[in-house]
């Protein structure tokens, strides 16, 4: 019984495989869940965090970029306050007057500033004939603003020197300006924008300062007469941002709103995959925090790692628990299916393991379940056995047999009547003793028919078989998953025995028929129909169809079992034609109708046509054109006995145009 050893092997490694299987699951589920809900929660708390420190930084920037916005915008208001557009427009040399004015005004607001690098209000030149414009800056980075004269900031826009030093007042005629001189940017862009701008922060080399510039237009009645600005220092702004810690290699940049960036630490390089997080400041620039990934997941890293160890300490333990527990489990299946086994080959001596029967618990009644089985297809067997025997020496079935021996001998007879008297003594000696020989012949008939009959069982019998085995499969798989309970196991007690129910019917047909009928009686055509189909179907070529069209109401009177015979020796006969010729399509058809009180029917087979040879003598006793051994030659005559003796019918065989056709007319009965 290798085969079962190793049968049983392969039940406990399944076990053993789902034991592990679902561990390892159960472990990378929760483990994958854990993971992912710690990316999402480092993820949310690395949002909170950057958003906060990048936020809060960006409103202490924002105060003081407002803060200069809102004295640029007070000198602004001054200027426009005293300003006379129509006298400006008939005379713009005005504003010279005015030159003390302005230069009290932006110093007292450049003051107010603490990180004042500059302050300056300077006049459009397309509206004046020269360039006017009054500058303080901290040109000597002392924290001290000095008024730009003109030999000052002539050697700064042209690196000229100027002989009058002490000259105060900047005249520039306006023809000698040039719009494309960075210097000069401040002024123009801010004429054509229109409105306020912030300039990107710059380093001035001969202040050695890192500054931006906020510069708005002078508006009076609409009209734009100038731009007032002031320059601030931000290297406060750069050292903060260097400073600000995020994580441990973590940095924050300044950019501009379209993503440039204008100030960073040194050393620094923004990847893509870093993750960030930032706040805008009220001038638009971005203040962005950066950390890299590998930083801020690396808890995650370790947990997976965790995660993995302990994957591993799962495993190696479900293996040692699925082994002890898989033994017991596997011990009482294997002990089942191998009972089954046993079962199919027809051993039913082999006993289960006392201390299974003996067991209380789930297992314990599933094993019970099985020994019943067992048990009950044991005593159907012995029905089986007992039922044939009882055929063997049933006397009216010998007795049959020994009568249709005796037809055939004055078959016989009737043919030497024209021999002469001294051959004749001869041969009716001969006939007498070769009586007893017939009727063996035609008992042996019937112990192939009873043959048949058990081939066909075993057939109907290994659909329920699987069945048996496929109840089985599941409650081990029941097991397997923790779902094997008390309703689990009725219900699959409950499927067995229906299984084993249709087993019983099979034996119960199979007894109807071959025990000897002891009366007559009504019985309906398409009852012994389709049951000499479920008796035959299995044996016929794979590639056969049939088709019946019968009169459910068609009834007849004789020995039902004996009409089933006859219908049996058609279909075999049919049957046997199909695997003798390759025709195609290989189809039987039946049809049974009802007229003027006899009920016809009509079997019809696309086999070969018979030779007129053959259709004379194909109801003659002992005629077979199959091999010798292989027939009795008994099978149709027994047909035509039945008919046309029996039941009182006819019965005759011709050749159509698709292959051959028998008709059977019978007289009709009412049931």
Known sequence: MQKSVRWKYKIGSRIMLIIISCSVLTTGFTGAISILQGVKTIENEANEKLTYIALSHANEFSKELEKTECIVNSLVAAVAADFDLQEFNSDSNCIIEKTNLYKQLVSNFA????????????????KTEIFYSIWYSDIHGDGKLVYMTRGIIEK???????????????YLPTQELNRESPELQYLFLTLDEGGPLWFDP?????FDALLTSYVTPIIVDDAIIGVAGMDITIEHIKNTISNISVYDSGFAVLMDGRGEILLQPDGVVIDETMYSGCAALSNGWVLGLFVPRAELFAPIHTLAITIAVFMVIIILAGIVISYLSSRKVSFAIDNAIEQLRYIEIGDFTREMPKELLESNDDLGHFIKSVNTIQGVIRDLMSEIRMTGGQLLTNPIWLSTAIQEAEAATENALWQLESMGSAHKKIILDELQRSRQKDAVVIYQSRLAQMGEMVEYIAHQWKQP???????????KDAHAYGELNNEALNGAVDQASNVITRMSQTIEDFMNYLSPAKEKRVFLVADSINFALSITSHAMPDEFSKEIIVDDNAAVYGFENEFTQVLCNLLDNAKDAFLSTRTKPKLIKIVVTQADENVQIEIFNTANHMSADVMENIFKPFYTTKPRGQGSGLGLYMTK?????????????????????CCILLPSAKI
């Open 465 to 475: 078989l699987n069945s048996l085995y496929v109840i089985l499969n599941e409650l």
């Open 111 to 126: 003051h107010m500033e603490h990180y004042c690098h500059g302050a300056f209000i300077s006049f459009d030149p397309s």
């Open 202 to 206: 710059y380093k001035e080399i001969w």
């Open 641 to 661: 006995v039945i008919i046309e003796e029996h039941m009182n019918g006819k019965i005759r065989m011709e050749n159509f145009a698709g292959g051959v056709k």
């Open 156 to 170: 700064i826009l042209y690196g000229r020197e100027v002989e009058v030093e002490a000259e105060e007042e900047f």
